[in-house]
C-alpha cells in the first residue's frame, strides 16, 4: 500500500495515503491533494485530466521520462525545480503567489500542482 509499486487501486487505500494528502493539501492551501505510486497512472490519468492549458505546474526536473511526458502533454505553464531542491522550489512558488497578487482576477481561475 505505501511502496513504490502500490497503487491504491489494486491494494486500497490507508491512512497514511489520506493523512500525507491532507498535510499537502494544507500546505498549497487548496481543498484537497492527491497521490499516486505509479508514475504511469499519474501520466495516463492524473496530469492530462486536472492540469489544463493556462493551469502552472511545478515539477521536479528528474522526474521521469513518462511524467515529463505527461506535463507536457497537459499544455499547462511548467515551473522545474532542480531535484529535491525545497529551496528553489519554495523561490518558484513565492514568485507564482507574486504573479498571483498581481493578477487576481487570473489567480482565481488558475490550478497549480505540484509533481515530484
Known sequence: GVGACG???FYGTIDVHLLLEEK??????VEEAIIYSYGFSTVASAIPAYSKRGDVI????????AIQKGVLAS????YYYEHNDMDHLVELLEAQAARDRKNPKKARVTNRFLVT
Not at 24 to 29: G, Y
Not at 58 to 65: I, L, M, S
Not at 75 to 78: D, H, Y
Open 75 to 78: 499544455r499547462s505553464i511548467v
Open 58 to 65: 511545478f515539477c521536479d526536473k528528474e522526474v521521469c521520462y
Open 24 to 29: 499537502l493539501a494544507q500546505f498549497m492551501e
Open 7 to 9: 497503487p491504491r487501486g
